[in-house]
């Protein structure tokens, strides 16, 4: 069914050279602060397009953000386009096939997600310049979302203190108004320093620092039990200490991510993680210095967003897929477990359909969502600003996230589907609050009244730069 409200022609008349844009990103796949090249193509279009253009934004040399409009109010529009690592993967092949054998990967859906947000941060541009409404529309070109909190550092530099409004997406197995529900989070880096020495001919000399690792671990372990329920650490080694093992390790580093569901609650874990490492550090009479990486906030949600939000994807209805989109999505659906395909409809609240290959609805804003959450750097955003965010199906129903199977479909023309409806979503949800000052004041009304009762507190403190080598080193 052709669409009849004006700013989705804007969209489709963009359609192929954003499909350009979205694999010329994934063919080119660039982990958290490296993306020099995905963020340049994404300069390309905003020149094309005729945004005014801010490189470097927060200190950050692959963010970037457009803005068009010289008055009214200012509605955000963001957009990410980095990768993950070791998930490279041939597009378009469901069995896993690495470009490179731990080459990094689209396996979140980033080129699409950038993509499909300026797509239709440039449509809304057209639109209010055709009916001469008074707005500006802005696109922020956002880098490392995995694990770099690139958002949260553009939030304390202040790049959103004149926005009304925000909106962004994300690629998913369903097509739903995303709940405002994900977790805070810090990544620290422990470095503990010991004493070398040779392991079999003296080692009461020597004082590990890998033992010290351990027994930071076994301590944050035994913690598990004692944290809220929605809590999460996890940790990798940065540094094991070398290869030998008949060397006493003198020096060795491990990251630690602490989540928890509220900063509060952050706060005190974080807390008892350090005295943890103080505690290994006294028991293998080591020393312990650490380095905070990053960190997010939880979002926060506003209801007259999600509502608006919610009216345009029933409007619009859900992405239409053909028998080649199901044929692919079944065959990745044959390398998924039953569980895969579960936790996928529990999470939007759905009764499990076995059958369902890409999703043909779209899910309610009332549901009881179940499972567990992840972080965002939106969440900071969201916090500095009314904020709402799309899911769109783009990939076969109980895809898992972060896996060679969400890269394999990356390219698919169901995900370039998926995203085209997206930036429709977004362009149609902006230009209602453009056009609608009661419902972006009840929106910026409501945020309001939530940090009077709470507060935002950026979760990295004001000497804590942008990890720019910490990242891109791994």
């Known amino acids: 069914m052709k669409n009849t409200d004006r700013v989705w022609d804007f969209v489709d008349a963009r359609r192929d050279d954003y499909i350009g844009l979205s694999d010329r ?10 993306e020099f090249r995905s963020v340049a193509e994404h300069r390309k ?43 490279g993967q041939v597009a378009g092949v469901a069995e896993q096939q690495p470009v490179e054998q731990g080459g990094p990967g689209h396996g979140c859906g980033h080129n699409l997600l950038g993509s499909a947000a300026l797509m239709a941060a440039s449509s809304v541009k057209d639109y ?37 409004a925000a909106i962004s997406w ?42 010290a690792i351990e027994l930071m671990n076994v301590g944050i372990n035994y913690m598990r039990e004692h944290m809220p329920d929605d809590a999460r650490i996890h940790y990798a080694y940065l540094d094991a200490g070398g290869i030998a093992p008949n060397v006493v390790q003198s020096r060795a580093t491990v990251r630690q991510l602490v989540r928890a569901g509220n900063l509060k609650e952050l706060h005190g874990l974080i807390d008892r993680v350090r005295k943890v490492a103080e505690g290994a550090a006294l028991m293998t009479e080591t020393t312990v210095e650490s380095r905070v990486v990053s960190g997010v906030s939880n979002l926060i949600g506003n209801r007259p967003l999600e509502e608006t939000m919610q009216r345009n994807m029933e409007r619009l209805g859900a992405p239409e897929f053909d028998d080649m989109d199901r044929a692919f999505a079944e065959k990745i659906r044959a390398t998924l477990s039953e569980d895969n395909i579960t936790v996928s409809f529990r999470r939007v609240g759905m009764e499990v359909d ?11 804003l009332e549901r009881q969502s179940e499972g567990g959450e992840g972080s965002t750097d939106v969440g900071d955003v969201s916090w500095a600003v009314p904020t709402v965010q799309a899911r769109v199906a783009t990939c076969a129903v109980g895809t898992p996230f972060h896996t060679w199977q969400l890269t394999a479909q990356g390219k698919a023309p169901a995900a370039h589907k998926g995203m085209t409806h997206a930036a429709k979503i977004i362009a149609g949800t902006a230009v209602d609050l453009f056009e609608d000052s009661e419902v972006l004041q009840r929106a910026i009304e409501t945020h309001r009244s ?23 080193n791994q």
Request: hydrophobic share 40%; with cysteine.
């Open 354 to 364: 076995p059958e369902l290959a890409l999703c043909n609805f779209v899910v309610p």
């Open 170 to 211: 994300h690629p998913a197995t369903f097509t739903a108004v995303n709940e405002a529900r994900s977790l805070a989070n810090t990544r620290i880096d422990f470095t503990f320093h010991g004493r070398a020495a040779h392991a079999a001919g003296a080692p009461e000399l020597g004082r590990s620092a890998l033992d």
């Open 25 to 34: 990103v994934f063919d080119q796949p660039e982990i958290a602060y490296t």
């Open 450 to 472: 939530k940090l009077e009762k709470e507060p935002y507190d950026c979760p990295i403190s004001k000497n804590v730069s942008p990890p720019l080598k910490a990242m891109s």
């Open 45 to 87: 279009m905003l020149e094309q397009e005729g945004f005014r253009i801010t490189e470097g934004v927060a200190g950050i040399p692959t963010a970037i953000v457009g803005e068009a409009g010289d008055e009214g109010p200012v509605i955000a529009i963001l957009g990410e386009f980095d990768a993950l690592p070791e998930l």
């Open 128 to 164: 209010l310049a055709e009916r001469g409404i008074k707005g500006r529309v802005r696109y922020y070109g956002c880098p490392a979302e995995e694990g770099g909190a690139a958002k949260t550092f553009m939030v304390r530099e202040g790049l959103f203190d004149d926005v009304d």
